[in-house]
Nanobody, 121 residues
């Protein structure tokens, strides 16, 4: 399984970014996909997940601002991030869960390389 994340960058507070994660080496539609982030000095946290059936989960800190979606035809998962805040600054990672559910952090066993998002105040 290979996951290639892209779309990070520098944005001002209140701005938007869309992250993409292209997957290969797996039957993408069977997998749950997730976006995690890790800020300096902090633990990695699950930001959003989408099951193989399209059910979504969001961390409380991003509800109403971030949207996760998937395009099974393109083997790609997206994270649309709006109303960005400086506290959203982190390296964002995409991950894949072969169970298809995405309901447990420990279920994500394949990881991309990360893309840096920096939100300036």
């Amino acid at each position: 399984v290979q996951l290639q994340a892209s779309g990070g960058g520098l944005v001002q507070a209140g701005g938007s970014l869309r992250l993409s994660c292209a997957a290969s080496g797996l039957t993408f539609s069977w997998y749950a996909m997730g976006w995690f982030r890790q800020a300096p000095g902090k633990e990695r946290e699950l930001v959003a997940a989408i099951s193989s059936g399209g059910s979504t989960y969001y961390a409380d800190s991003v509800k109403g601002r971030f949207t996760i979606s998937r395009d099974n035809a393109k083997n790609t998962v997206y994270l649309q991030m709006n109303s960005l805040k400086p506290e959203d600054t982190a390296v964002y990672y995409c991950a894949a869960d072969p169970s298809g559910y995405g309901s447990r952090v420990s279920g994500f066993d394949s990881w991309g390389q990360g893309t840096l998002v920096t939100v300036s105040s």
